[in-house]
Structure formats: C-alpha cells, structure tokens
C-alpha cells in the first residue's frame, strides 16, 4: 500500500508565460494531461496554444509528483503522475441568474499510479478548498468514477441525425438580421460581427478554449487538418447577438452528403429555429448532424415530419456538485411557492445536514438544522442533479435516490424547482 505522503507531493500553480523560468513546468504539466488521456504526443505549437488558454482561462494547475527516486524507464520526476485543473466561471441556474462555479478538468492519473487515492486526495482537496463557491461542475469520461465525490448528472445531451429535413413552417426571427458567409468575415476583428453571446444564453460562461471564435474558424487549421468551422451564421436582433451556428461540410466522400453543426447557440425559441431553417436550406446537403444536440429538443414540434429527426441514446453531460447547499439553494430562483425540509448526505463532510427551504415570491431563505422531520431524504449528488431543473425529483424519488418521508413532498420540489426553459449544457470543458 503506497504511503501518498511519503511517496508524492502535490504542487498547485498557474500556467506561466512563454518567457517565466517556471514555464516547462506547466509543459511538463501538459504533456502529463495528453499522455494521460491517450492523446497522440502533442507538437510544440499545440502545447504553447493549450497553456496560452489555461493562462486565459486563468486555471490553477495541480500536479502530483513523485518523491525520490524515478524508475529510470519512467518518464522523469519533473513529469507529474496525476493532474487536475480548475477554472471559475458562472453557471446559469434559471431565470437569469448565474452562479460562479468551480470547474474540474484534465483529471488524469498515470497508469502505473492508479488506485492508490490519488484522484481521492486530489478531489478532496480541491473541493475542501472552494471556501466562497457553492457550486463545482465537470464533465466525465466514465460515468462510474465522480458520483461518491457527490456529482450529479444535472443535463443530458445527445447525437441527433436530421434526414431530409422534414419540412419547416415559416417563422422569421422577429426584429432579426443574418450575418453569414465565411465565419472569419462574420467574426473578426472590427466587423461589429459575432460574439460570444452573453452568457445566460449557455449553461456555462465557456471556458476560452471553446469559445465560439476558436470554433468558429478563427483558429488557424493546422496542417492536414480541417478547421473547426468552415461556415457560420449569426442572428442579431438590435445590437445583440441571439443566437449563432457554426458548421462543417463532411466532405463528398460522405453519405449522404453531410453538414456537421459544430456548435450552435439560441437564446430564444424563434432564434434556435430560424437557426435550423438556415441549416436547411443548404443546397446539395442531404443530412445535418449534430452531436450535442438537446434531448428535449423543440425541433421535433417544429417539424412537419418529425420522424425524419434520429438522435441516439441520451448521454450524460453536465455533473454539478453542490459545495455549500444553504448558498446554493438561496441563489436560486422558485417558481413556486412552498416549503421543504431536506435531509441531505454527503461523504465528504463538505456541506450534509437537514434544511429548511422556505421559498416565497420567487426566492428562499434555508435555515440549516431543526424543521422537524425531513420531507426529503437525498445525498448532496441527487440534490445537485435536480439543481438545475433539468431532472425531476419525482424521477429520483422513484429510482431510490431520494426518499420521500412526506407523501407528495417530491412533486412539490418539482414544481418549486422547475426552470423556464429545459438546461442544455453546450460547454464540454
Ligand atoms: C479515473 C482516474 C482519474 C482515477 O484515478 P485514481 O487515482 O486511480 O483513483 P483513486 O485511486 O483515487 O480512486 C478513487 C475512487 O474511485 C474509484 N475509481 C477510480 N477509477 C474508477 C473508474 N474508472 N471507474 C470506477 N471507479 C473508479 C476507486 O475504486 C476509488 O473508489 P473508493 O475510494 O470509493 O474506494 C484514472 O483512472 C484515470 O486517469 N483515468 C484515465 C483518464 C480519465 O478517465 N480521466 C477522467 C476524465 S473525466
């Protein structure tokens, strides 16, 4: 049994300039993350790019290296074992409102030192210490490892295949104007061209490394390569961008002739579909796909033939975690009206105990402690899934994951917890 201790020490930093003598650390740093998720040995130019975004994004890096002496076929001492990233952005809660959250990625472990708790020493640390944030959000690789950390599933997403488009009825974007063509011409400097929309419009306030100019072609392709958007259209209505797509042409070896949606944005329903009328009407293109589609998506009713639409199996996307469930649940905004003693787990010690939430006139007070019995019974990975609105209690009180102690208790927190408009996390970070 490895002594974590004794064996490894963990360094926390941030990603440094080209000329700062600290800069092969965060190389070394990097290098780890790609050889960590299988990634193809990354050129210079692509590491210098990556750490260029980790600066932007103002991310602290954490590595975990090893203590002694290296076994001399291992890749050095200076090369860490395990990473672990974290960056602040806001996560739209509903209604408007934005919560800062913390942000986990570029979680790797060397093969050779997994399952000896360093990802458990790593996570418990870089939770423990988000003194001031109630909330910290990522997305997985295997659905299996984050859920006894306390994260939830709180949207889903899912690949979708639109055959022959099925017929649109007329609706033009009210007010709108189109900005289209090439998207460096739509984008670039000093056009007055796209945006990144502001940020209620996304789940999350995205991190610089998918922000809508680097997929929208701003980028240069590297060589061999396509570039991560070939077109792109913005719909502006006043002097705001509200909705915009970016997309690809597959090629004509493709079959059918095939137009991918790189990425795509709507802050309104009248915007998401003359967003896909665009698409539509793209001559000599048979299919439009789209991996990150919603899964309650208003397309289908939209369409005269919604059978022409095929999505695959919905996956899981965004996991949150709530840190501080009094702060958590009073940034939210309640629908409705009511009140609802919650008993909440958590295995980490962060943030468990039983609440009262007393929710009038769109907000809440919660008061830890005391109310009585609980109506609810859940662990804080259960209460963070249907933080969002996006899961329904009423689901989780069915499947064994929340305990309902008063008859109708959960339907209640449906109704009470319920957003304005379905949660679609578009951000994979
Ligand atoms: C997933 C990964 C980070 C785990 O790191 P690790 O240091 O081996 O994990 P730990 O030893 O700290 O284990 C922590 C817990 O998670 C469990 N666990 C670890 N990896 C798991 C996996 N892939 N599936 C299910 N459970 C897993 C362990 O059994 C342990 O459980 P316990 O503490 O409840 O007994 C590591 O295997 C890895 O780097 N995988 C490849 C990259 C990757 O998938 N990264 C995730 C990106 S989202």
Request: net charge neutral; with cysteine; proline share 5%.
């Amino acid at each position: 049994m490895s002594n974590l201790s004794a064996d490894y020490e963990i360094r926390r930093f941030q990603a440094a300039a080209t000329d700062d003598p600290a800069y092969a650390e965060s190389v070394a740093w990097m290098r780890a993350v790609a050889f960590g998720i299988h990634d193809a040995r990354r050129s210079d130019e692509r590491v210098d790019k990556s750490i260029e975004l980790q600066r932007t994004d103002g991310r602290v890096l954490t590595g975990v290296y090893q203590v002694g002496t290296v076994a001399g076929h291992s890749l050095g001492a200076d090369v860490p074992v395990a990473t672990f990233g974290t960056m602040t952005k806001t996560l739209n809660i509903g209604f408007g409102r934005l919560l800062d959250t913390r942000l986990v990625t570029a979680v790797t472990v060397r093969t050779s030192h997994r399952r000896r708790g360093l990802l458990r020493r790593m996570m418990g640390e870089a939770l423990a210490r988000e003194e001031g944030l109630a909330m910290a959000a990522l997305t997985a690789s295997e659905a299996s490892i984050y859920g006894r950390f306390g994260f939830g599933v709180a949207t889903s997403e899912q690949g979708r295949e639109d055959g022959h488009h099925g017929g649109f009825p007329a609706q033009p974007h009210p007010g709108g104007q189109r900005r289209g063509g090439r998207p460096q011409s739509a984008a670039g400097p000093g056009s007055g061209g796209l945006r990144p929309p502001a940020p209620q419009h996304a789940r999350i306030h995205r991190p610089a490394r998918v922000l809508p100019a680097v997929r929208l072609g701003i980028r240069q392709p590297r060589r061999g390569r396509r570039p991560e958007g070939q077109g792109g259209v913005a719909l502006r209505a006043g002097g705001d961008v509200d909705g915009y797509v970016s997309y690809r042409f597959a090629g004509w070896s493709s079959t059918p002739y095939t137009m991918e949606v790189v990425d795509l944005v709507a802050a309104t329903g009248a915007a998401y579909l003359e967003l896909w009328q665009y698409l539509a009407a793209i001559d000599l293109v048979d299919r439009i796909t789209w991996e990150e589609a919603p899964v309650d998506d208003t397309l289908r009713w939209a369409l005269e033939d919604a059978r022409c639409v095929e999505a695959s199996e919905a996956r899981d996307m965004l996991w949150l975690r709530i840190l501080d469930v009094k702060r958590a649940l009073e940034a939210r905004h309640y629908p409705a009206d009511g009140r609802l003693v919650l008993n909440v787990a958590d295995s980490l010690g962060l943030t468990g105990g039983t609440f009262t939430v007393d929710a009038e006139g769109g907000g809440a007070v919660v008061t830890s402690g005391g109310g009585g019995a609980p109506d609810l019974e859940l662990d804080v990975a259960a209460l963070s899934a249907i933080y969002l609105g996006g899961v329904s209690p009423v689901t989780l009180a069915a499947s064994g994951r929340i305990l309902e102690h008063t008859p109708g208790a959960a339907f209640r927190a449906a109704r009470m917890f319920a957003v304005e408009r379905p949660p679609h996390c578009l951000t994979h970070f």
